[in-house]
Every structure is written in C-alpha cells, then in structure tokens.
C-alpha cells in the first residue's frame, strides 16, 4: 500500500515516477538524488534472470539454486549429479570443463565464495585469486606468470594452500615470477632475487641471487637476517591489561552465527582468521558503522545485530584507516596531507627574494592561481582526452613539469627552488631542513619525521596520491594521526596494515601501534600477520572456515592462549 498504493492512492512509487518526469531540471535531479539508494529487486529477488529462466532444471536444479550455494558445495553437486544416459554422452566435455574451473576456485582458497556475488565487493587478494583460478583452469603450459603479492589478504592456511597453486603451475613447464614479501613463499620459492638494501635512493641493488638455503647462510640483506631471526620485528611482547570494554551482541551480519563479542578499550586488539570467516563483517559492517551512530556521526548502514553494550560513554571517536587514496586530487601529496607543505610556503615566502617581489606563501601553492602554472593549472602535466582510447599525459610545454612560474622557481632557499623540495625523498627532505634552525624547519622536520617512523622514507613530497599504493596511503594516514599531539583517547581501525610490506617495515609498523597505543588509544586490527598478532593484547579469532562454514568465534584472549587453544587454526600459526 506505502509503495504502490492503490485506486484511492497514489504510493511512493508513482511520486517519484512523477519526479523522474521531470528530471530534466536540476532541481529534480538533486532532490531524486537524495532517496535514491539501491535495494534487492523484488522480481528476481536478486538473482538478476526473469523467472522463465528458472522452469529449466537440471537434476531437480535451476540455475538460480546453483549461483547462491558456495562453490564447494557447487563442486560437489557437479561431482555427484545424475543425469540419464543421453544427458552424459550430450554433456561429459561441459561437467568437465565445470568441475576443472571450479576445482581451480577451491585451491585457491576461494571456495567460500558463490557464483552471484558480485566482482565489486571482493578485495584486492580475492580479485588476484579468481584471475590465478581463471590461469590455473585455462590449462596453459610454457608460459610466463608474473605475480604482484598474491599473498594479499591471506591467512597462513590460505598462503599454504597458494604454494601449492603457485607449484602446480610451476611443474606444468610454466615459469612463475612472485614479488611477494611473505616468509612462507620466499621459503617455498625455487629461486629468489632480493633487492635492497634499503629503500628509495639507499635501494634499486640486487643484493642476492639464489635459493633459501645459501641465503639464509651467507647473505647480510635485511631479509636474510629476518628468515634466520637474527633481527626481529620486536624484541618483547609487552602485554597491557584492560578493564573497560565495548561487546557487539548477537552479530548475525552474512554468515556471522549469533556472535557475542568483546572489545577492549585502551590496547591493541587483532581480529583474524581464515579469508571469508566474517572479519569485515563483523568490524566494518557492525561495530565501525554502530559506533559512528551512536556519536551522532553518518555511517553506511548497520549489519545485523541485537545491540552494542559496555563502556560506550568513554568512547569519543573512531576512525577507520583504510588503503584507499589520500586524496582525490592529483595535486593532493603526502606534503600536504601532513600539513608539511603550509610550513614549507611559508618559509619559501619569508625569503629575501620572496619579499622583495612581494610573494606570499598562497604564491606557493599549486592549488590557486598566482605562483602556479596556468597552462596546467599546477599539474605539471596536461590530460588530452582521447575519445576511444586512455587519456594521454604529456608534461606541460609552458613550465617544463615544475608546477610553477619562473619567478616563483627563482626564489631559493638554500639554493633549492619549490620544485626541488617537492622532488626530494622524505628522508633526504628530514636530512636538509635539519640543516636549519629556525621555527618553520623544525616544524617541516618534526612532520615529516613520522613519514619515517612508518617506513615512508623513500616516497617523494609532491608525489601524487594517485601513484601511491593501498598500503602506503595506509601509513601516510597513520603518520597524519601520529602528527596530531592532542588528542582524546579514540578507537582506530587498520584493515590489514601489512599489506605489501618487507620484514623491516612491519617493525616500524609496529612501532608506530606501539605509540599510539601507549597514548591510550584503542587499536582495533584487521590483520593475518603472525607479527602483529603476537603484538596485540588480545585477540579474536573467527573460523574455522570461510564462508557459510566460518563465521563462529573460535577464540578470544591473548597470544599465550591462543597458541594452545585446540579450536583456533590461526594458533597453529603463532609462536613466541
């Protein structure tokens, strides 16, 4: 009746599609905008085909039975199906072809997935897998495979099962080329390049080439002196006590069954477990949105749950550090994102030269005109647009790729123009302005300081955020908050900080937990690395498998029960 009304009535429907008329002026438009949102289409109720498709089934199933149950159980419905005499001998190539494709899903770890979900909400290691799976299942042979960390996202149980992937393609005459930091594979690898020794400008040398058992004997590399532990992450595991909490009740959001869970406030918590066994479910469905709500603030919509008890009166904000971009704009950089660059104009605007013409420090931003480049409007490069092909960029004619006017370059400090500065690496940035002692290089070097803390070292200042990585932009947000000396203890979420990160960059990682948390905030981690889990207060384990087989919570408590609880399969994984 409230949706489609009746002879009396109109509904909500039929003023909207009276809106929709009418859409051609923009305040229509913004104003549909505003209650359009997406819902389950209650024809196909979701399944995306009209319901003739479904009159045709095959063993007593449609199609729409088969692309909602998880591909395990898909695989073991083609393996058993039961067809007559005529069905065999018409679809024996197609069964085979079906059962090799989905076998290839389930050893990579992927078997919790269904055939509907859609490509959109899988992450970054899921995507990678499905291609590995399409790979394996093609059947190719003397061919090359370059992999960029597989190992994304994955549980040790999970990476065991992609070794064995990884192998298999291996012993069909192929030849498998992974970047991958991951001490499980490199262990597994056949051969191993290790480039170093450092990064940025300390970096780009080949410090070893070899197999496992000479590197771990001879070599001096950083990684080697990781694999034979003589450097560890963290030479102790400090356990800080809790007494206040927060508990998600009955969380039931997909495959979650019914969980009560604890969150301590004030120390660091991770939340593991196999891929698909509920982790971002329960963490950025739930408890992220949930607590976003209760401080009045907008979040996405709540995943199922009864309620959200505990000490909710000493929380006084959360923030969820994704690997998303650090800012939309091409001009957007870690300079600017730390706050670095205002200081940085001002000091290029307190210049003898600078004063002498009149330049103030917004001359010295590539945001607003004055000091910038109008041809490129600050870019450094123009766009062509190419109208059935990728945009082409070319380096701006006018300012040579330096952003800025001749006039604005000739001003130095230092004998380094504006441009120079934004070219420099963070640590030989840290090293030049130490140089100098006054007001504004202390503040340009106190910022950039935490770029280093968080392994950031190498990254230029006006490198643009679009060319950063997932988990650089991770720990550029991380170095953000870390600048920000006052602040009411909060909670803070990391989704699999150790994404794409080398042994010696986990410990500064973890280093820079370890300042956050001793200021008394609250560490909430999506994390499988058995570093961090070691360096965590306590832990939650969900399991034991993924999919509609996890989604039960296997343990909590701190590492030294974790390794003997009989339940946990991420216990198996973790030694002190």
């Excluded at 739930?286 to 309620?307: R, V």
């Excluded at 963070?426 to 202390?442: I, L, P, Q, W």
Aim: proline residues 2%; charged residues 30%.
């Amino acid at each position: 009746m409230l949706w489609y009304g009746n002879e009396r009535v109109s509904g909500i429907n039929d003023f909207f599609a009276y809106l929709e008329s009418k859409k051609q002026k923009i305040q229509y438009r913004v104003m549909i905008s505003r209650y359009r949102g997406k819902t389950t289409c209650h024809e196909c109720k979701g399944k995306r085909l009209k319901k003739e498709a479904y009159y045709v089934k095959i063993d007593g199933k449609s199609i729409g039975d088969l692309i909602d149950v998880s591909i395990i159980k898909l695989k073991k419905h083609f393996e058993e199906i039961k067809l007559s005499k005529h069905e065999q001998k018409v679809s024996s190539r197609l069964i085979n072809e079906i059962n090799t494709r989905l076998e290839s899903i389930v050893d990579v770890g992927l078997g919790y997935l269904t055939l509907n979900r859609l490509s959109s909400t899988l992450y970054g290691g899921e995507s990678q897998r499905i291609n590995l799976a399409t790979i394996f299942g093609s059947g190719l042979v003397v061919s090359l495979y370059i992999l960029d960390e597989p190992s994304i996202g994955l549980h040790p149980k999970d990476t065991e099962n992609l070794i064995k992937v990884l192998k298999n393609l291996r012993d069909r005459d192929n030849t498998v080329i992974v970047v991958e930091h991951d001490e499980e594979i490199i262990r597994a690898a056949d051969h191993i390049i290790d480039i170093g020794p450092k990064a940025g400008r300390y970096g780009g040398e080949i410090v070893y080439q070899g197999d496992i058992k000479r590197m771990t004997k001879d070599c001096e590399s950083l990684t080697a002196q990781y694999l034979r532990s003589q450097l560890k992450t963290l030479d102790s595991y400090k356990r800080h006590k809790w007494k206040n909490f927060i508990e998600v009740k009955g969380a039931r959001q997909h495959n979650l069954k019914n969980l009560n869970v604890k969150f301590p406030l004030g120390i660091a918590t991770v939340v593991t477990g196999v891929s698909g066994s509920g982790k971002t479910s329960l963490i950025k469905n739930i408890l992220f949105p949930s607590i976003k709500k209760l401080l009045g603030l907008y979040a996405d919509k709540t995943g199922e749950h009864d309620s959200l008890t505990g000490d909710i009166h000493m929380i006084t904000d959360i923030e969820y550090v994704d690997q998303n971009p650090i800012g939309k704009s091409s001009r957007s950089n870690p300079a600017t994102y730390i706050k670095a660059y205002d200081e940085i104009r001002k000091l290029y605007a307190d210049q003898k030269h600078a004063k002498a013409n009149g330049f103030k420090p917004s001359h010295f931003s590539f945001n607003v005109p004055g000091g910038r480049c109008e041809t490129c409007q600050g870019e450094g490069e123009i766009t062509v647009e190419m109208q059935f092909m990728a945009d082409v960029h070319l380096v701006c004619e006018e300012c040579g790729g330096k952003r800025f006017k001749d006039d604005i370059l000739d001003v130095k400090y230092r004998e380094k123009s504006i441009y120079d500065i934004l070219e420099m690496p963070v640590s030989e940035a840290v090293e030049f302005f130490s140089e100098g002692s006054g007001k504004y290089e202390k503040k340009i070097k106190k910022l950039l300081q935490h770029y280093l803390d968080v392994g950031l070292g190498y990254v230029k200042l006006g490198q643009s955020s679009n060319t950063l990585s997932g988990g650089e932009s991770q720990r550029i947000k991380l170095a953000s908050y870390l600048s920000k000396e006052k602040m009411d203890p909060m909670i803070f979420v990391f989704d699999e900080p150790t994404t794409g990160l080398h042994f010696h960059d986990i410990t500064k990682l973890l280093q820079s937990f370890e300042k956050i948390r001793s200021k008394g905030h609250t560490l909430i981690i999506i994390e499988h690395n058995p570093e961090v889990i070691k360096f965590a207060d306590w832990i939650i384990d969900l399991g034991p498998e993924g999919g509609e087989y996890g989604g039960q919570l296997m343990f909590q408590g701190t590492t030294e029960d974790i390794i003997k609880s009989d339940d946990s399969v991420t216990g198996k994984y973790v030694s002190l």
